[in-house]
């Protein structure tokens, strides 16, 4: 299996750099201003490293994007949640380890406190495990209660390729963190971004998401045969690309936007769950080709805080730039029917076409 999937991976990624070739990312560009802006920041892993990237340039090309695995994204979002703290954002990481988060939140404190002008101590830790819609609806009570703002809401969190298992929900432990946890978040978090518009939402998806089959009326259970783990990811990713453009829809007219974004493939993840004796072998190509978190933060730092991105609400960005994303992912009708199916799973519901916000009474 763990062959399979690896070849499944390598494939995915050489169909990539045939297809988007080998474009330079945009330079970098200033600092903005967040202070008084409040955000959050998912993420399913966070483990403070002896020292925290940097996110000071862009992706150094497509290339250096075409070889993430499709796992964890905790150095992205730690690499993200740096970063808005140092443009003078107030930050909550939100994350299922305790511990981990608030080593992760103490670091980024220290470092951001440094940087003059803009930098702030505001960054604090509050705890979310996305395998579970009870504790989403936790976290959400207890940040409506605790947060009177909510400008930036970034859906970083993401279980690995090789993930599997059912949450106690269940469903299928790829598609519940990637997807269904995600969008219960964002929907019982709507009615603060909308009082606090203009606010965005951006969805970590991947490239990934060009595998992706979907089929509404079995969401949520792991795909048949040898290669599920891996179709189950795809699945999500699609699923994510497909909420920003639904959702996108949906608040049209308001101030809040969103985006769905392709960080890149970063090193970090790949060789983490590839086996040992084949890691050396991988150094060349991860020194030469992948990402490092820093950099694979930054399309999702691009599309919270550039200006008039607003008239591309709901569409797929990669290396910072607007992309076209796989055919499917533009299928109106398959957006549609999976905001529909996810509500009904999730326990939402609302009027018909309408962003369907959470009641109270759904946050108990």
């Not at 453009?245 to 983490?272: K, S, W």
């Not at 990669?318 to 199916?341: H, T």
């Amino acid at each position: 299996m763990g062959w399979a999937l690896l070849g499944a991976g390598l494939l995915l990624a050489l169909y990539t750099l045939l297809r988007h070739g080998l474009r330079r990312a945009p330079p970098p560009r200033s600092r903005p201003a967040l202070r008084g802006r409040t955000a959050i920041v998912t993420g399913e892993r966070w483990a403070p490293p002896r020292r925290l990237p940097v996110p000071a340039r862009p992706p150094r090309s497509p290339l250096r994007a075409l070889l993430r695995s499709a796992g964890g994204s905790g150095g992205i979002g730690a690499a993200t949640a740096l970063e808005l703290a140092r443009c003078g954002a107030r930050v909550v990481l939100a994350a299922r380890s305790a511990p981990r988060g608030e080593a992760t939140a103490r670091r980024i404190r220290t470092v951001s406190a440094a940087v003059p002008e803009t930098g702030n101590a505001e960054v604090l830790f509050m705890q979310l495990d996305l395998a579970s819609l009870r504790s989403v609806r936790a976290f959400a009570k207890a940040f409506l209660r605790q947060e009177p703002h909510l400008h930036l809401l970034i859906n970083n969190a993401g279980e690995r390729v090789s993930a599997g298992g059912t949450t106690e929900d269940g469903f299928s432990l790829p598609f519940q963190v990637n997807h269904l946890g995600h969008f219960l978040l964002t929907q019982l978090l709507l009615e603060r971004l909308q009082s606090c518009a203009p606010s965005r939402v951006v969805i970590v998806a991947s490239r990934a998401h060009c595998a992706g089959r979907l089929h509404p009326d079995t969401l949520g259970r792991p795909p048949p045969g040898p290669l599920s783990t891996f179709q189950d990811y795809c699945d999500s990713k699609l699923a994510n690309v497909l909420h920003a453009r639904e959702l996108a829809t949906r608040l049209q007219g308001t101030q809040v936007t969103c985006y769905a974004v392709h960080p890149g493939f970063v090193n970090t993840e790949l060789f983490r769950h590839a086996p040992l004796w084949l890691k050396p072998l991988f150094l060349p190509l991860a020194w030469l080709f992948f990402l490092d978190a820093a950099e694979g933060a930054q399309t999702s730092l691009h599309c919270a805080t550039h200006e008039g991105l607003e008239r591309f609400s709901g569409r797929y960005f990669a290396d910072c730039r607007l992309q076209e994303p796989w055919p499917p992912a533009r299928d109106d009708r398959l957006a549609r029917a999976l905001w529909e199916a996810s509500e009904r799973l999730v326990g939402l519901g609302g009027p018909e076409g309408s962003p369907s916000p959470a009641p109270a009474a759904v946050l108990q």
